[in-house]
């Protein structure tokens, strides 16, 4: 079974400070872990994979398999950053299947 | 490509009434996908298909849904009868088979059983 968790359902944070989002996951093989974002009236969008190792929008995630949690981290948060944030598996064992956890809502205040 | 489509974007109907939302997926995708969307559960994997076969239907409620691949362009999702709790918005989201994959979700549907 997989499984995704995201402990927090609101962050809030003010502008300028650091933010983390935080995601656990359980699954039996190898993961592929992603970051989703949701605007306000938009679409749910892909924000960063962890096999990237990219920085989007001056976020960052690692995958630490040892604490099975791929945090997202941002080191000074935006007013542009209010979002809804998903946190998504995909495991691949019986075919490509894609499980979010239950997201956190993020908002950041002047 | 227009990306994935939904229809309706909003729907209202009666308790016990019958409901059908419609995916249309970005063409070429091997994968299709429906969640539902709340406050409380945030959102939850349905079921999901790969090449018009349904993979897993795991997260399917009860016996009340079902949904249906007859096409590479099209899908279905069906709730008979439905209820009050059935209130939540639905997408569709649709993916290619490959290493990165990254998943392309509609706008959604925000059903209300009243």
């Known amino acids: 079974a997989q499984r995704v968790t995201q402990p927090e359902k609101l962050l809030s944070v003010f502008k300028g400070a650091p933010v983390e989002l935080k995601c656990n996951y359980s699954?039996?093989?190898?993961?592929?872990l992603f970051w989703y974002v949701q605007y306000s009236r938009q679409r749910l969008q892909l924000l960063l994979r962890?096999?990237s190792r990219e920085s989007i929008k001056g976020f960052t995630a690692d995958l630490n398999k040892g604490e099975t949690s791929f945090h997202l981290k941002k080191p000074f948060a935006q007013e542009e950053d209010s979002a809804m944030y998903y946190c998504?598996?995909?495991?691949?064992?019986?075919?490509?299947?894609?499980?979010f956890g239950t997201g956190t809502q993020l908002k950041v205040e002047l | 490509d227009a990306g994935v489509i939904q229809s309706p974007r909003h729907e209202v109907t009666e308790m016990g009434q019958e409901v059908t939302l419609r995916c249309k997926p970005i063409?070429?995708?091997?994968?299709l996908f429906w969640y539902r969307q709340t406050m409380m559960r945030g959102l939850e994997l349905l079921i999901y298909f790969n090449n018009n076969v349904p993979i897993d239907d795991s997260g399917m409620p009860e016996d009340r849904f079902s949904a249906k691949m007859p096409n590479a362009s099209f899908s279905t999702l069906k709730i008979q009868p439905s209820e009050p709790r059935d209130s939540a918005v639905y997408f569709c989201?649709?993916?290619?088979?490959?290493?990165?994959?990254?998943?392309?979700f509609g706008q959604g549907t925000r059903l209300t059983v009243v």
């Open positions: 962890h096999i």
């Open positions: 699954y039996s093989g190898s993961p592929e």
């Open positions: 989201a649709s993916s290619l088979h490959r290493g990165d994959t990254e998943a392309f």
């Open positions: 998504a598996l995909l495991g691949r064992g019986g075919g490509n299947k894609l499980t």
């Open positions: 063409s070429g995708h091997d994968y």
